[in-house]
């Protein structure tokens, strides 16, 4: 079965310093995601993207994110300059369209660790 | 007012019991609605979706209530390997394709 893959599974920075995260989604899907979630609480939006640019975006995702998909297979998020409470876990998730049966698919996840 | 609300439990229960979550949404254009099982420091995984005709997939069954805005997931003869955290999502298509995730619900279930 097809799936959504992340890497690298670990990251660790240090403050201050750019990291870029990467997802492979689903070959066929036109809907890709960000998430993140602290360790302990709930996933939290952070970006949409589709037909190659954002279509929605929360609050945390401020100018010190942005997204890229720089071919037609990855999807990259970038963070600018890491803080400290930018350590996450980063879920990149893919939906293939806009049916009812077309749920989120989820990767492996990357733990970003900024110190 | 949150978009999707979970009792965050933790729900611990006895191995063979049967067990239920409930989840309220607050946007009546709510369209699609799934359960996802989320594993401690792991990714979140679909466990099914809801269909307004409720829909059973082993010992788990799902309803929908669009009336009330309410979801619900009820495990039967609960397994020591069904302890994880369980999430309400839902979709709106309306504009774009966004998904909203409750806060979760804990399950230990006990030998």
């Known amino acids: 079965e097809p799936e959504v893959t992340q890497t690298p599974s670990h990251q660790v920075t240090q403050m201050g310093q750019e990291v870029i995260l990467r997802c492979v989604p689903i070959s066929n899907h036109l809907y890709f995601y960000w998430y993140r979630q602290i360790l302990g609480q709930k996933v939290e939006f952070l970006v949409s993207?589709?037909?190659?640019?954002?279509?929605?975006k929360s609050e945390i995702f401020d100018d010190q994110f942005s997204v890229e998909r720089p071919d037609g297979s990855n999807f990259t998020l970038k963070i600018r300059s890491t803080k400290l409470e930018d350590s996450a876990m980063y879920f990149c998730?893919?939906?293939?369209?806009?049916?009812?049966?077309?749920?989120?698919?989820f990767g492996n996840g990357t733990r970003l660790t900024v110190t | 007012r949150k978009e999707v609300e979970q009792d965050p439990g933790p729900f611990n229960v006895p191995e063979g019991a049967t067990v239920a979550f409930n989840c309220t949404y607050s946007?009546?254009?709510?369209?699609?609605f799934f359960w996802y099982r989320q594993d401690c420091r792991k990714e979140p995984k679909l466990l099914m979706s809801v269909y307004s005709s409720g829909n059973e997939d082993g010992r788990f069954t799902a309803q929908l209530n669009r009336a009330s805005q309410y979801i619900s997931l009820l495990i039967r003869d609960s397994k020591l390997s069904d302890s994880a955290t369980y999430l309400c999502?839902?979709?709106?298509?309306?504009?774009?394709?966004?998904?909203?995730f409750g806060t979760g619900t804990s399950l230990t279930v006990i030998p």
């Open positions: 998730a893919s939906s293939k369209d806009r049916t009812s049966e077309a749920p989120l698919h």
């Open positions: 999502v839902v979709n709106i298509r309306y504009t774009g394709n966004q998904f909203y």
């Open positions: 946007n009546s254009a709510s369209q699609s």
């Open positions: 993207f589709y037909n190659n640019e954002i279509s929605e």
